[in-house]
């Protein structure tokens, strides 16, 4: 199990209650530079537990709304949270799972420090990490002890705009296949679910950024041969419509999902020419989309399996376009209970992939090339 200790921000010394203690304005808005922070480090609990106390309560919200998820308010992390406490609030979570307190001190630090064996004291904002050891949640490795002003400097290293507001970038971190040679982590990290969360919507601004990234791809004469039809799942009636036109064997996992289009090639720019490449530039657009979309945690899962002519009438798609494919996108489900067994099966599955030898030639056809090296074998 993974636990996160965080102790509350900054608080304002007086109030009528010690209960009505707000954090300050540096203190809240410290907290929500360092939830940045910890979205930017992938850190995906599944539930946020924290003392009813304002202070702590302001912290965890502003954490919970950078991570996308609930409080769960409770005594227990109150004054006086201790192992028991833990132990009461951890009883039906699994090995995998990923929890957060929010609470106060002296209970964190030396609740940190009970677990870890070590001497730890939590600064207020701070945050520690810790694996657990075995099944019991009463031992486990202090992994990260993040100081706020830890969380300041990496506040201040990630480059302001280089990813849409609404994005919570991430390592994706299921799946990673040993790859040959180093690749970048959203290359290796990319995968094609089948277990999308159905709760968890894509922000309008990451979408409009994920069909930014496609509109910047590159294409043979810049033609730009591509056209996407979208419909987020809010929208009932048009996602049902990009639905009514895949396959049954793709909609049992891709109704899951928080956005579905169809990827359509504009096949005759002009009457008399068929553009050979329009197919090659449209994955092209695809891919800049999937990793956009993987930056920020959101997967992508690409489907030939629809039926083109019925989308062309759905759609009134004029016959110069060709609708290629579908793509749903979507956030992956913590849990996978709503898929069937096969489709849980799919989510365990290495991912295969030939060897480079079998696909770089030098010289002739199959000619595994000489740079390959030991990768020729
Ligand atoms: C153009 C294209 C069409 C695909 N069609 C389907 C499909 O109809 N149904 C499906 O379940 N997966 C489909 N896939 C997903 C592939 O099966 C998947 O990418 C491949 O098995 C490699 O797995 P990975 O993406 O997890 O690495 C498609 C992928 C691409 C790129």
């Not at 900054?10 to 929500?32: M, Q």
């Not at 302001?58 to 004054?79: C, G, H, K, P």
């Not at 894509?202 to 591509?226: C, D, G, H, V, Y």
């Not at 899962?301 to 062309?312: T, Y």
């Amino acid at each position: 199990m993974r636990l996160y200790f965080v102790r509350h921000g900054i608080a304002e010394d007086l109030a009528t209650s010690d209960f009505a203690r707000e954090l300050t304005k540096r203190g809240a808005r410290r907290v929500a530079a360092s939830a940045k922070v910890m979205a930017r480090l992938s850190l995906q609990p599944s539930r946020i537990w924290s003392s009813p106390r304002l202070r702590a309560r302001q912290t965890a919200e502003i954490i919970a709304e950078a991570l996308e998820l609930d409080v769960t308010l409770t005594d227990t992390v109150n004054f006086g949270f201790d192992r028991a406490g833990l132990r009461a609030l951890t009883r039906h979570a699994s090995e995998d799972d990923e929890l957060m307190f929010v609470g106060h001190n002296p209970d964190m630090s030396l609740l940190v420090s009970e677990l870890t064996g070590v001497d730890v004291s939590m600064k207020k904002g701070g945050l520690a990490r810790i694996d657990t050891i075995g099944k019991t949640v009463e031992q486990g490795e202090l992994v990260w002890l993040i100081a706020p002003k830890v969380f300041d400097a990496l506040a201040e290293a990630a480059q302001p705009g280089a990813e849409p507001a609404s994005c919570q970038p991430g390592t994706p971190a299921q799946k990673m296949p040993s790859t040959s040679q180093p690749v970048h982590r959203l290359i290796a990290g990319r995968w094609s679910p089948v277990g999308f969360d159905p709760e968890r919507p894509i922000k309008r601004e990451t979408l409009l950024s994920i069909l930014e990234a496609a509109r910047w791809s590159a294409s043979s004469a810049n033609l730009q041969p591509w056209r996407f039809i979208v419909a987020p799942r809010d929208n009932r009636e048009e996602f049902d419509k990009v639905l009514s036109v895949l396959k049954e064997g793709n909609v049992t996992w891709a109704r899951h999902a928080a956005v579905l289009m169809l990827a359509v090639a504009h096949r005759y720019p002009k009457p008399d020419f068929y553009h050979r490449h329009a197919s090659h530039d449209l994955g092209l657009a695809v891919s800049q989309m999937v990793m956009q979309a993987l930056d920020c945690n959101i997967y992508a899962h690409q489907m030939a399996g629809i039926f083109p002519d019925k989308a062309r009438e759905v759609y009134a798609i004029p016959d110069e376009f060709e609708p290629l494919t579908a793509i749903a996108l979507g956030y992956r489900a913590a849990g996978l209970d709503h898929l069937d067994e096969r489709q849980r099966g799919r989510e365990a599955a290495p991912r295969q992939r030939n060897e480079l030898r079998d696909i770089v030639f030098t010289g002739s056809w199959a000619q595994a090339a000489d740079f390959l090296g030991e990768d020729r074998k």
